[in-house]
């Protein structure tokens, strides 16, 4: 094969699986050379994109691998993987049979305690492009706050409460807040204006790469319980993380399981279980979770690219 891995990532346009593929690729290519050509994925019946040709324009290059996320890639990549002979590395949980693909990358909530098939990886939830800690001081807050949705409801009163008893308790480090596509209207400008101290930063002004940089300075980070994604990016940064509180619509779900899960092995402290005068506890490790996929897909599909030891 060629010295640089050709990967090609299918996108359904939807952010957070495209962040998921992306984290993937992104750590592979700090393990070897790669180049990442995206290509865009029309909605079609899932059947009609899995008996495709599996054919590329001229100008993508020949892919060595295929990765993605999210129902709608799944007819296409199995097209292509078979057109070009491929392995074909799917994230999230498949909605067609798993074994149809090389490797599948699955959240251990979503496997509800069945041991993983040779062809899969139990992950601690979904992968991002949230990269190690390096060796920079961190002293910077950071308040990321989600909204509504299928398994948490909304209590604005209680969410901006807490976050000022922590800008209070923590007011030596700046603290920055930024919001989500899901946050209710208005809930960022209310914050601001009952927590002055706070630096506010609309998602819709953001771009890709502020969250990781961010992430990146913080020495602390608040997360709405439900921004499970958001969790994971914050444990993936090696900062120390808490819980901002919600109300639970779906107490016994796989969602607040896994959340339960991360309390109960000390990476999460819970905004009702920390007291003020005493810093966030340091989470047993720091999930790196994108860098062990990446080395387990060289390992399986291309060992000759993995780095000396």
Known sequence: MNETLQILLLSDGKPG??????????????LTKTEVTILPVKKRHLLASLFSSGELHDEIPRPELIIGAGHAVHGRMLAIARRNDIPSVVLMKPTLPSNLFDLCLIPRHDLKGRKPRVNMIATRGALNRVPSP??????????????????????????????????????ERPWRVTNSRRTPEGELESLAKNCPALITHPH????????????????????????????????SSGARVG??????????????RGIDELIADRYLTPFDHWEPSNPLPEP????????????EVLKRFFPSLLPNP
Not at 17 to 30: F, V
Not at 287 to 294: D, F, Q, V, Y
Request: with cysteine; net charge negative; glycine share 10%.
């Open 243 to 256: 819980l901002l509180p919600v109300p639970r619509l779906k107490p016994d779900g796989r969602v607040a």
């Open 17 to 30: 699986h495209e962040n998921q593929s992306r984290g993937l690729a992104e750590a592979l290519g700090r």
């Open 284 to 295: 047993p490790e720091v999930l790196r979770e994108s860098e062990r996929c990446a080395v």
């Open 134 to 171: 390096d060796e920079r001081p961190r002293n910077g807050g950071l308040i990321l706050v989600g909204g509504p949705s299928g398994s948490y409801g909304w209590d604005s009163r209680a969410i901006s409460t807490a976050i000022r008893i922590i800008v209070k308790a923590c007011g």
């Open 204 to 235: 819709a002004s953001t771009g890709r790469d502020w969250l990781p940089e961010r992430l990146a300075e913080a020495a602390e980070v608040w997360v709405t319980e439900d921004s499970v994604s958001m969790i994971y990016e914050a444990l």
